[in-house]
Structures are given as structure tokens and as C-alpha cells.
């Protein structure tokens, strides 16, 4: 009983909009001797686990990659082909059960530890993050923030190197990011996007969905942290983040934290299940800090041609969020 | 795929690797044991290979609970309101003895209602908890009407990706006398539906087909037909995840036999357990159930549970059908393929 109710509140959500440090983030808490980061599982994107099969047959990215892994390593012990293939006999078979009750298997699994969960997707659509909250109001949630300019041009570097390897289909994940239409939430499943690429609308849009939605949470499960200060100084924030958990903050704790690299999920996985976090980060999971440069929403944007800088909301908000 | 007399060292090391070990176990017992699926058509020695292997003390045969008809059980429930065959007996005389530890009419009650408690669950998950329930034993389904149709022996695969599959099979000419003498008796109790798996069986494929005018009962096409569709279906399973016995062999030396299996599932094989297997009639499911889970298992087979090596009499592929009155005999394409499994 002591486990079931545990596992209700020791889910940890992190929050942001793709490119935004969240892979690096989670699997350094992740690290952390009291909790346990997954990839990406996209769970709360639907309702049940038959809708998120349906979801994944039509995805533009393997979708199913990270919980495969997940449930290969918690369930069956070791990421392999065969487990892998076992996982998904064991994710088959649940497919009448509700995608929190899968959350909830897992919290158990990693009990007394708490669950690391970062799946951008649920920032698209209000209802998704109310449905995280419904399903577990006990949950806390992480708003990482990421500075609109050094966003930007992680979305438009990695659809460059995206084109490098085909043509993009219009609905993949990355050109809605980069190609979003308007400062407005788009409530459609598929959006059109723009052939203006310019991912300041996605960044000002995805981090008001989360704003609007934590206005709902109550304030002490809440916590705002900008990713280039965890991954600029990773010690004071990280303590931050456990202190606010009430984890341990000893030498020991924030050390472990600052080696992402040694997640079960900071490597491609076997066949069947090669992904399930950012590619880049897969290819180089170690923390590197220098990433997180200084940043200003003064001057043009490069991905512009016209010269123009940040919208005035854009600028509004991320200054709201202590940016400069 | 592995035939029992084309034993491979390389294939029993790899499977012996997949056999769930202490470490795949988990407290909250997520992880179960992956089963044994044995595939065969009706009046295949299904049941009594099966309970045999069931006595095996690291494993645990069911009844025939026909599950993978259909995806869920609110479905399966569905379905067998509408079938003329006791679909459920065999889960019913399962759960009953599982779950409330004896299988008497009361129970039979509580088993219905834990059954239909569980509407909502996919019938892949019922099997896993029956499985959980069972481990660290591998629990063995037999549901013979599966085979009828593709799509149920690629549903078993979808939920169960690991499983291991034995393909049983019998003489075609062994087989079709035993499904006559079958309907022969089964007829005396009063004329069989056209839906009936035995009219089926004996009239493949015009009852199947819905074909207004029946034809000539002659059980070799259902007997080709449905070891296609098992073969068809194998093609996509890895190797070490099948294999394919003879039921002849198995019920004339049975000794070789179920040690070759259980050297296959990396089980033991030492004589006490060789020797355990040899009693298929101590199976909880050998002898008829009570009121309102009669069945479960072949009739033939609740009446005379025991192991008759007898019963694998020698046929030849050659010569007249007994059953056919125009003196026919197997059809060339039935004859390639039970050479294919090595008769003769």
C-alpha cells in the first residue's frame, strides 16, 4: 500500500519544449541515488495504451523506442534484442490499461525512487498536461526554460542536419517546431506549418501552454529552471532542484548527477528499440557546459533573413523568465 | 525450425538463453515466465501431449481456454455465447482451480464472475496473470480451434513475442480416422450443427466456405489446410522459438521424446521428471469438470486420460482412405507435406 502510494507522488514531470535541454536535465537527476530518469515515453499523450499504439504507428519518429527500452530494463532486466521484443509483448498486452497505469507499474518498479519524466510532446496540447495532472495530482513539475536565441538555433541546426538526410515531411515533429504558424495554441492533432521557419512562435506558444497549465498546480509542486543555469552551474542548481525535492544533497548525490552518460538510456539501445532520447545526446551523453553560452533577445535572429529580431512577446515572456 | 530427430547443440544453447532464469523474476511479478504455445489441429494428440508435458514439475498445462480468438475478453465472452462448443470450460475449470483451489460447481461460479470481472482485459493479459500466478512453472496453451484462422496465431506472437511454439502433428491418415470415428460417435448424441468444429474438420472447407452444398467428408483437406496455416505462421518465428514434433513419436518413446522437449526449454531433464510426464492423468484437468465446466479438454480424453503408446499405430501414406467411399487415397500435396514432417 505504502508502494501504490508512493508511486502517486514520486513522479517528477519536466516540462519544455523539444530543444531544450531536457534530455541532459533528466538524465542527470536521473542520477541522482533517489530518482530514476526515463527517455522519452511519450505516455500522456493519450489515454489508453491502445490509443498510444495507434499514435505510434503513425508517428514520424519512434515513438515507441523509449518505453520499450524502459520496460525492457525495469521488467526484464537488461536491454537486448530478445527483451525488447519481450517488452513489447508485455506493452501488447496492455493495451485496455490506461497510459497512467503504466506510469504508475513503472514508479512502483523504481519505488522508493522517483520517476524522471520528460516527453515534449505533452507541451502541445493543454489538455495533455491537465491529463498528467489528473492522472497524478500529486506529481511536481520542473518548467525548464531555455533562452528563445540558443533554442532557435538548436531547432534550425537540427533540421539542417534533419534535411541532411532526406526530405522532411511536413509533419514531422521538428519542422511543426520550426515552421509554427502564429502565437496562438493550435488545437488541431496535425498543424500546418509555415514555410516562414522561425521556432520563436513554437518557443513563445509550447512555454505559455506550460505556464498557463502550471497556474492550475499548486505552487509548492512547481518549480521554474532555466537549463543554462543547471548546465553552467550544475552544483548550485542541482542541489537546488533535490532541496526542493527533499532528496539528499550531499557531495555525493550532486557527483553522480553531473554523469548523465551513465544512465541505462545514455546509449542506442538494441534493435527494435535504437532511440528513445535525442540523438545527439545519445551520441555524446556527457555533460558539457559550455553549451550553455550567454545568450541576448537584443539584434537579429539568424535564421531570419529579413534582419528582424524577437517578436515583443517573445521578448516579454523571456525576460519574465529572467532572460536578458 | 527444429524437428525432434534434427537435434542442433547450437540451437539448445540459444534456447536454453531464453529461458527465464531467478533474474528476469521480479517482485511485483511483472515479469513472467514466457509460455509454451502448442499448435495442432483437433483430434492431434493435443491433449495428451500437452498434459503430459504440463506434469513436467517446472511446468503447468491449461486446459484449453481458446483465448486468442479474440482480442479481448468482453469478445471472448461474446463469442462463446454464440458458439455451439463449451469455449469457456476450460478457463472456467482454470481459474476455478487457480484461483479458489478446487474445481467444484461453486467454484466454477466464482471463476465465472472473476472471468467476467475482467471483461475489459485483453486476453493476452488474463493469460499472463494466469501465468504470473504459475510461475516460476511455464504455463503450456493448447487451444486447437485457433489454427483455424491466421490471424489468431499471429495475435498469440503479437502478445507473447518471446513465447516458444511447438507444432504437434499427426499422421494425416491416423488424423482423419480418428476425426471420423469422432464425429461417428459425436453424431450418435444427435446431428451436428454446420458450425460445429467437427463438421468443420470432417468437411473442410465447405462448411468453413459456407458452401450450400456440403462435400464428401474427407478430413485430409482440413488436415493440409490448417498445418499450412500453423507452417505459414512459423516461417515468422525465430528458430529457437519452434518446433516440431511428432505426436507418433512422442507417444511411442516417450522417454527420448519429452526429454528432447524439455532439453529444448532448458528444464530439467533428469528421470523423476522424465518419469513425472509419463502420467498425463494426474493433470488437474484429466477427468471431466463439474456442472457448468464439463469439458475443457478433448472428451475422448477425459474419459481415458492415461498414456497408450498403442495409440500411435503405424500408417503409411500409400493405400485407400478409410472414409472415402470412391477408394481414393491422401491427396498429393497432403502426401509432400507429411513427408515434409517426416512420414511416410
Not at chain 2, 482423419?176 to 451436428?192: A, D, I, T
Not at chain 2, 509419463?278 to 475443457?296: D, L, T
Request: aromatic letters at 10%; glycine letters at 6%; one cysteine or more.
Amino acid at each position: 500500500m505504502q508502494v501504490l502510494q508512493r508511486a502517486q507522488s514520486n513522479l517528477l514531470v519536466l516540462l519544455a519544449p523539444p530543444r531544450s535541454f531536457t534530455t541532459i536535465l533528466s538524465a542527470m537527476l536521473g542520477q541522482h541515488p533517489q530518482m530514476y530518469g526515463l527517455p522519452e515515453v511519450h505516455l500522456f499523450v493519450a489515454r489508453t495504451m491502445e490509443e498510444w499504439w495507434n499514435l505510434c504507428s503513425k508517428a514520424t519518429f519512434n515513438m515507441d523506442h523509449g518505453l520499450l527500452r524502459v520496460v525492457a530494463q525495469l521488467i526484464f532486466g537488461d536491454q537486448t534484442e530478445y527483451t525488447v521484443k519481450q517488452a513489447m509483448g508485455w506493452l501488447r498486452r496492455r493495451a485496455h490499461c490506461s497510459t497512467a497505469e503504466i506510469v504508475e507499474t513503472l514508479a512502483q518498479q523504481v519505488d522508493p525512487r522517483i520517476l524522471v519524466d520528460k516527453s515534449p510532446s505533452v507541451v502541445y496540447r493543454p489538455e495533455f498536461l491537465r491529463h498528467i495532472f489528473e492522472m497524478f495530482p500529486q506529481a511536481r513539475f520542473i518548467h525548464l526554460l531555455r533562452h528563445p536565441r540558443g533554442h532557435g538555433e538548436s531547432v534550425m541546426k537540427y533540421l539542417r542536419a534533419r534535411h541532411q538526410m532526406g526530405a522532411v515531411p511536413a509533419t514531422h515533429w521538428l519542422l511543426q517546431l520550426a515552421g509554427y504558424p502564429s502565437l496562438s495554441v493550435v488545437e488541431d492533432d496535425v498543424i500546418e506549418p509555415s514555410s516562414d521557419l522561425d521556432p520563436q512562435r513554437a518557443w513563445y506558444v509550447l512555454n505559455m501552454n506550460i505556464c498557463n497549465f502550471l497556474s492550475s498546480v499548486p505552487a509548492h509542486q512547481q518549480i521554474q529552471i532555466r537549463g543554462e543555469d543547471a548546465l553552467a552551474n550544475p552544483d548550485q542548481e542541482l542541489v537546488r532542484i533535490a532541496c526542493w525535492l527533499g532528496l539528499r544533497v550531499d557531495e555525493e548525490a550532486v557527483r553522480e548527477m553531473k554523469h548523465p552518460e551513465r544512465s541505462p538510456y545514455a546509449r542506442y539501445g538494441p534493435p527494435g528499440a535504437h532511440f528513445g532520447n535525442d540523438r545527439n545526446f545519445l551520441h555524446d551523453p556527457v555533460l558539457h557546459s559550455e553549451v550553455a553560452r550567454p545568450n541576448s533577445l537584443k539584434g537579429p535572429l539568424s535564421w531570419r533573413q529579413d534582419g528582424s529580431g524577437f517578436l515583443p512577446q517573445v521578448t516579454e515572456l523571456a525576460e519574465q523568465f529572467g532572460y536578458d | 525450425m527444429k524437428t525432434r530427430k534434427k537435434k542442433t547443440t547450437a540451437q539448445l544453447k540459444v534456447s536454453s538463453s531464453i529461458v527465464p532464469n531467478g533474474d528476469q523474476h521480479h517482485s511485483n511479478g511483472h515479469a513472467i515466465v514466457e509460455p509454451l504455445f502448442v499448435l495442432a489441429l483437433p483430434r492431434s494428440f493435443s491433449s495428451v501431449v500437452c498434459s503430459m508435458l504440463g506434469q513436467h514439475p517446472q511446468m503447468y498445462a491449461l486446459p484449453e481456454t481458446q483465448f486468442f480468438l479474440t482480442e479481448t475478453v468482453g469478445h471472448w465472452w461474446k463469442l462463446a455465447s454464440r458458439s455451439q462448443a463449451p469455449l469457456t470450460h476450460g478457463a472456467l475449470r482454470a481459474v476455478a482451480q487457480l484461483y479458489f483451489g478446487e474445481q467444484t460447481e461453486a467454484t466454477v461460479n466464482l471463476a465465472r464472475g472473476w472471468l467476467m470481472r475482467r471483461s475489459h482485459f485483453t486476453t493476452a493479459y488474463l493469460l499472463e496473470e494466469l501465468a504470473a500466478k504459475l510461475s516460476p512453472s511455464v504455463l503450456i496453451d493448447k487451444s486447437s480451434i485457433v489454427v483455424y484462422r491466421l490471424e489468431n496465431l499471429q495475435r498469440i506472437y503479437r502478445m507473447f513475442p518471446g513465447a516458444r511454439f511447438l507444432h504437434l502433428v499427426r499422421h494425416p491418415k491416423g488424423h482423419g480416422k480418428s476425426v471420423m470415428k469422432y464425429f461417428r460417435e459425436r453424431r450418435k448424441s444427435g446431428p451436428l450443427p454446420r458450425a460445429h468444429w467437427l463438421q468443420q474438420l470432417a468437411s473442410y472447407p465447405s462448411a468453413a466456405a459456407k458452401m450450400k452444398k456440403p462435400q464428401e467428408l474427407d478430413p485430409q483437406r482440413a488436415w493440409y489446410a490448417l498445418n499450412v496455416n500453423i507452417q505459414e505462421f512459423l516461417k515468422t518465428v525465430p528458430d529457437n522459438q519452434k518446433m516440431l514434433i511428432r505426436g507418433e513419436d512422442l507417444l511411442s518413446d516417450p522417454d527420448n521424446g519429452l526429454k528432447e522437449i524439455a532439453q529444448w526449454m532448458g528444464l530439467r531433464t533428469d528421470a523423476d521428471a522424465i518419469e513425472q510426464m509419463k502420467h498425463p492423468e494426474r493433470s488437474p484437468y484429466a477427468s471431466f469438470g463439474p456442472v457448468g465446466a464439463r469439458f475443457g479438454n478433448d472428451r475422448f480424453f477425459l474419459e481415458s486420460p492415461e498414456l497408450r503408446p498403442e495409440r500411435a499405430e503405424p500408417q503409411s501414406l500409400e493405400g485407400p482412405l478409410s472414409w472415402r467411399s470412391d477408394g481414393y487415397g491422401l491427396f498429393p500435396h497432403v502426401q509432400q507435406l507429411a513427408i515434409q514432417f517426416g512420414y511416410r
